[in-house]
T-cell receptor, first 111, second 115 residues
Framework: AQSVSQHNHHVILSEAASLELGCNYSYGGTVNLFWYVQYPGQHLQLLLK??????LVKGIKGFEAEFIKSKFSFNLRKPSVQWSDTAEYFCAVFNDYKLSFGAGTTVTVRA | DTEVTQTPKHLVMGMTNKKSLKCEQH?????MYWYKQKAKKPPELMFVYSYEKLSINESVPSRFSPECPNSSLLNLHLHALQPEDSALYLC??????????????FGSGTRLTVV
C-alpha cells in the first residue's frame, strides 16, 4: 500500500519567510496526493490536491505544491508566511479506497 | 451546506458507560468515514461507509461499533472503552470512495475522554 512520509516534524520561522514542507510517497504508480491543514482547535481543511496533469498545483491561502515523479515528492510551499499560518500540516495519499496521512509537520510562525 | 457536523464536541465517559458519537452531512456525499486522532499524531482511519454499507474496518476493536442509518448520518457507538481510547474522533465525507474531486470534508471532531 502507498504511504507518505513527512521529514520535518516542527518548523519555526518568522513572518514573511518562505516555507517549504517535504512530503515523499512510497510507490511509483498512479498517485493521488493531498495537503491538509489543521489550525489550532479547528477541523482539517484541504489546501490542495494532485491527481494528474500540471505538476505545479495551486491551492488556497497562497499555498502551492509541486509533484516531482522522479523524486517521489510532493512538497508544499508558500513564498511568504503569516502568523495565521501557524498550524499542523498533513500530507496524505489516497490508496485502496482510503486516505492515509503522513505524521504531520507543526509550523510555528513568529510575528 | 458544505459542512460535516459532529456532536457532541466534548464527551467524558466512564469505562462502563455506553455513549454514541453522531456525524451529519447534507452535501449528498455517499461515502463517510471515522478517523481517530491522538494528540500530535495524524488521523488514523477506523471505518469507511460507502452507500450506507460498511466497506472498510481497519481492525478496530469491537467496543467501537459504527452505524449508518441513512446517507446523511453516521454514528459511532462506544461501549466499555479504555483510557487509551481517549482521543479526537473525526468524521469525514466524500462524494464517493472513488470520487475525490473535492477530497474529504472533515468535521471538527468529538474530543473523547475515558475515565
Amino acid at each position: 500500500a502507498q504511504s507518505v512520509s513527512q521529514h520535518n516534524h516542527h518548523v519555526i520561522l518568522s513572518e514573511a519567510a518562505s516555507l517549504e514542507l517535504g512530503c515523499n510517497y512510497s510507490y511509483g504508480g498512479t498517485v493521488n496526493l493531498f495537503w491538509y491543514v489543521q489550525y489550532p482547535g479547528q477541523h482539517l481543511q484541504l489546501l490542495l490536491k494532485y491527481f494528474s496533469g500540471d505538476p505545479l498545483v495551486k491551492g488556497i491561502k497562497g499555498f502551492e505544491a509541486e509533484f516531482i515523479k522522479s523524486k517521489f515528492s510532493f512538497n508544499l510551499r508558500k513564498p511568504s508566511v503569516q502568523w495565521s499560518d501557524t498550524a499542523e500540516y498533513f500530507c496524505a495519499v489516497f490508496n485502496d479506497y482510503k486516505l492515509s496521512f503522513g505524521a504531520g509537520t507543526t509550523v510555528t510562525v513568529r510575528a | 451546506d458544505t459542512e460535516v457536523t459532529q456532536t457532541p464536541k466534548h464527551l467524558v465517559m466512564g469505562m462502563t458507560n455506553k455513549k454514541s458519537l453522531k456525524c451529519e452531512q447534507h452535501m449528498g456525499h455517499r461515502a463517510m468515514y471515522w478517523y481517530k486522532q491522538k494528540a500530535k499524531k495524524p488521523p488514523e482511519l477506523m471505518f469507511v461507509y460507502s452507500y450506507e454499507k460498511l466497506s472498510i474496518n481497519e481492525s478496530v476493536p469491537s467496543r467501537f461499533s459504527p452505524e449508518c442509518p441513512n446517507s446523511s448520518l453516521l454514528n459511532l457507538h462506544l461501549h466499555a472503552l479504555q483510557p487509551e481510547d481517549s482521543a479526537l474522533y473525526l468524521c469525514a465525507s466524500s462524494l464517493s470512495t472513488t470520487d475525490l474531486s473535492y477530497g474529504y470534508t472533515f468535521g471538527s471532531g468529538t474530543r473523547l475522554t475515558v475515565v
